[in-house]
């Protein structure tokens, strides 16, 4: 083996990684707003909207995150829906952060509900016992509760996004996998370019990980 490449290309693999920590951080960022939405819907009492939000999730859950990304990066130009380049952000970008959102969105959506559900019955009972009424006690009862199982589980999402991410490299953008490619190409070695692949991943999610790790005891601390 030989990695004497890197001096020449670890400007490309240090561009690499930075595209993807953006790209997944767009998509969590989205992902929960998305996520939000779906959740309220799914736990209305309105059986239109939780049905919507049944099937969104589902089907972005049920089907492979690779085939989403061809849907909307093949699939949707064919019925004129173009994604553009904006501020300089290439086209790839936006079509591979808008597939991991709506994907994300989906996750995030049941980390939220399960989260508000892991909050016992009784506390919603209780509060509205006392005159509380639904909104004031999920703001100020229901989700500072839940916050405490939503947020390590809305880390761990991310850490699921970066590793995820390196499928959108099919579709062009340059992130860790693709660069990775690139080198390969120009190297004709495919192996040590792929094992940077991966210890530049490794070294994103365990490092992702022990912080949620500190602060899931952090969490748990402020609970007792
Ligand atoms: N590999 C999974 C799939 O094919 C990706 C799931 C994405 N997961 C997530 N938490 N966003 O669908």
Redesign the pocket.
């Known amino acids: 083996m030989d990695f004497g490449f890197l001096s020449k290309y670890i400007s490309l693999f240090v561009e690499g990684t930075s595209v993807t920590v953006a790209i997944s951080l767009v998509a969590l960022i989205f992902?929960c707003i998305i996520g939000m939405f779906i959740c309220l819907m799914k736990l209305s009492t309105f059986k239109a909207l939780k049905v919507i939000a049944t099937t969104y999730i589902e089907i972005l859950?049920g089907?492979?995150?690779?085939v989403q990304i061809y849907i909307i990066y093949f699939g949707l130009p064919q019925i004129g829906i173009d994604f553009p380049s904006i501020f300089g952000i290439s086209s790839d970008f936006i079509s591979g952060a808008f597939a991991?959102s709506i994907?994300?969105g989906a996750?995030v959506a049941e980390i939220l509900r399960s989260g508000i559900q892991s909050v016992d019955k009784g506390q919603m009972e209780a509060s509205r016992s006392l005159g509380l009424g639904y909104a004031s006690t999920m703001r100020y009862v229901i989700i500072p509760q839940a916050i405490k199982n939503i947020l390590p589980s809305l880390a761990n999402?991310f850490i699921?996004?970066v590793k995820?991410s390196a499928i959108i490299s099919v579709i062009g953008v340059r992130e860790i996998m693709f660069t990775a490619s690139i080198v390969k190409n120009k190297t004709f070695k495919p192996l040590e370019p792929l094992i940077i692949a991966a210890i530049i991943y490794f070294v994103l999610t365990f490092t992702l990980s022990k912080l949620v790790g500190k602060f899931e005891k952090k969490l748990a601390k402020a609970n007792a």
């Open positions: 992902g859950r089907t492979p995150l690779f991991l994907n994300s996750y999402e699921t996004l995820e």
